[in-house]
């Protein structure tokens, strides 16, 4: 009745923004995103009658918000119910990474939650149910679920909302360099920056534009033309980003170090030094994709401006799974 589960948080080339049913995180358009091999959530779950209440403890955290619990109480009451199960349960769960900097905490802390729980009760699943079922805890969670390139089909109800993978890890050898400028917890939550996203008057523009950049990254991926899909994910992320600064009230999620990245990624690219890309989802933390050849001259390039907290070097990666190792 015990099992954990290993996730990672991923990062989307064509981003997730505003959601059609918040109820069931129907998102209002199909997402596209890398799984990342560094950064990683681990969560055991067991399910026992020695627990009278479900207890939920957070390794490694100064600040649990009561959102955060009721998020996971949320998802043992659905795989419970899935079972036909009165059991309480003991969670435990632990991240490698800070939250809130635009790293998908959520999306790895909530698909491993889902995973574990749905094996601590013996649940057979396949792996478009657990990412449906995923997504109704975490958005991000959807694809976290997946291996490598993943899609998440909008669709538009319960039952045909999820992910699936449509490149291998081992598909492209690309990286994405992490680069984290602040520990600070981002002030306005993902949740709240998708409610505001109809305000914003481009909103309709992005939607219709987004359609067109799915496909023409598909493409680029396919061909592992990396100066079109740059280009492409350099232009989505300032869609994304135009809409969150056009929303009422207007979302920035940059800070000065942010802004200090992306223009030097630019300068680079100019230069013919070095030829990578950017894309920031909500918060301040920049991801720089380059080729595999170039991550070691990036990094180093990367050392040079003041102020970058952390570096971490990323290859594509696999979704959640069942590990043996249980934290408690
Ligand atoms: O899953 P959420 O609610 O944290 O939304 C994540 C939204 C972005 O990270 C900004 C984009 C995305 O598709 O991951």
């Known amino acids: ?105 959520s999306g790895s802390g909530l698909s491993s939650v889902t995973l574990a729980s749905v094996k601590a009760l013996g649940i057979q699943m396949n792996q478009k149910d657990l990412s449906r079922l995923a997504r109704l805890a975490s958005g991000t969670a959807t694809r976290c679920v997946c291996d490598g390139f993943v899609e998440w089909i909008k669709g538009e109800d319960d039952k045909t909302s999820y992910a699936r993978q449509i490149f291998t890890p081992n598909y492209w050898e690309i990286r994405d360099v992490i680069a984290i400028v602040s520990a600070d917890m981002k002030k306005i939550k993902s949740t709240k920056g998708h409610s505001l996203a109809k305000t914003s008057p481009f909103y309709e523009i992005r939607l219709r534009e987004v359609e067109k950049r799915l496909k023409d990254i598909k493409m680029a991926i396919k061909e592992r033309n990396f100066s079109k899909f740059g280009h492409i994910i350099e232009e989505e992320c300032f869609s994304m980003h135009a809409i969150c600064l056009t929303s009422r009230p207007s979302i920035l999620y940059w800070n000065a170090l942010t802004v200090e990245i992306m223009r030097k990624i630019r300068l680079w690219r100019a230069n013919k030094e070095m030829e990578a890309f950017f894309t920031i989802d909500a918060g301040p933390t920049v991801h720089i994709i380059c080729e595999g050849k170039n991550s070691r001259k990036l990094v180093n390039k990367l050392k040079g401006i003041k102020g970058i907290q952390r570096l971490s070097v990323n290859k594509p990666a696999l979704g959640v799974r069942a590990i043996k190792k249980h934290l408690f």
Request: charged letters at 30%.
């Open 1 to 105: 009745m015990k099992a954990t589960a290993i996730a990672h948080p991923d990062i989307a080339f064509i981003k997730y923004w505003g959601k059609a049913d918040p109820k069931l995180r129907i998102p209002q358009n199909n997402s596209l995103s890398m799984i990342l091999s560094e950064p990683y959530s681990l969560c055991t779950v067991e399910f026992s009658n020695r627990y009278k209440k479900d207890e939920i403890v957070f390794l490694n955290e100064k600040e649990v918000k009561k959102e955060e619990l009721k998020r996971i109480s949320r998802v043992l009451d659905r795989v419970r119910k899935l079972a036909g199960s009165t059991l309480k349960a003991k969670v435990m769960t632990k991240n490698s990474f800070p939250k809130g900097v635009g790293l998908a905490s």
